[in-house]
């Protein structure tokens, strides 16, 4: 498998966690977002929305973080991200989707970009936007820990919702935002630094890291 | 089953979809956001995240539309609303990500209100920023079904990706952002508007409607 990904992409931190939990190995494509090269059209072929992470398999590429793990969760189901039963799958996915939905979207790369340079938003009004919805975003995410406290977000194992989780604070750490309001949240955050899958594919120690 | 939804939510009508094309029956319960009735001390019992739609099955409450429809799905697989193939599987899952975290989140009610309200973006700067995320995110989609044109976004039944994007459609029109560049997309839609599980759970159909 490749995996076309940038270092500083949370959405590409969430599949190589997921990859390294299963232990499959790919081949690392550095894609660089702030230089556009997700831009260019020789990666047009890759993947036609011009998003990373993209996950080539074989003739299939497949976009799209959650589903990417989806995938590699139906293709190498050991060990699971997801729980057993379909009440704990929606949990996990309800709080990916907390994430990946509701927080990350409205602060990535291509948002901020434009209210800065089409709405003239300033530094300081971007920054704040910025940690509005990181800081307000986790209240939901740690309103949902506190009701079943655990190891990780759901029981002792990590799960599609840890995948999703850790980059998100990666960003709000860079950022400055808020993190004491959160005490399950960062609980788990450091329950998970502590494994290899989690620590080995941080942004830092990524080939491209600059 | 009860469903606690807003009829002008696209996320609450993603799910009534998916309910309708099951052939599942549950309990309407409105919940009025321009009203902040999901900021009500009531609602919070339901739902820590305070947002719509939440469906409650038992003793279960099951939050954010995508987990809902996958948890739907596993419960009542029949008609699915996924594909056989993890391939193909991965392909529905990112066209509905391509709505419900690309363009979806950025132009919810609360983003647009935090624009107005706390950035003091005027109207038409806010009107043109929906516009600018609907109309650039569909074009995304519609280079994904250009590659496999198909009856529905992907095959000749209905799949959570058309669940995602007939309301993102109707949230389109409503806001009159501009459609003829996404011909593919325009087609699905019609072809889902044809059935009785769009058409009769669209928006003003609700009883909260008004």
Redesign the interface.
């Given at each position: 498998m490749e995996l076309y990904n940038y270092f500083r992409s949370s959405a590409s931190y969430r599949v190589r966690i997921a990859l390294a939990l299963k232990g499959l190995d790919y081949d690392y494509r550095a894609v660089h977002l702030q230089k556009n090269e997700h831009l260019a059209e020789s990666y047009a072929a890759v993947s036609?929305?011009?998003?990373v992470p993209a996950l080539v398999d074989g003739a299939?590429t497949?976009?799209?973080s959650?589903?990417?793990i989806?995938?590699l969760e139906?293709?190498h189901p050991h060990p699971p991200l997801l729980p057993a039963t379909?009440?704990e799958?929606?949990?996990v996915?309800?709080l990916a989707?907390?994430i990946?939905?509701?927080i990350?979207?409205?602060d990535n790369l291509r948002?901020l970009r434009?209210l800065t340079r089409?709405?003239h938003?300033s530094e300081d009004?971007k920054n704040r936007?910025y940690r509005?919805w990181v800081e307000t975003g986790l209240e939901?995410v740690e309103?949902?820990l506190a009701?079943e406290p655990a190891t990780f977000c759901h029981g002792d194992t990590p799960t599609l919702a840890d995948c999703t989780l850790v980059p998100q604070i990666f960003n709000a750490q860079r950022m400055d935002c808020r993190l004491d309001h959160v005490p399950h949240v960062m609980r788990v955050f450091d329950a998970c630094m502590k494994l290899d899958a989690f620590e080995q594919t941080r942004p830092e120690r990524c080939p491209d890291a600059s």
């Open positions: 036609a929305a011009r998003l299939h497949i976009t799209q959650l589903a990417i989806e995938y139906e293709t379909p009440v799958r929606a949990r996915r309800a989707l907390d990946a939905c509701e990350h979207p409205i948002v434009y089409d709405m938003v009004d936007w509005h939901v309103s949902q009701l």
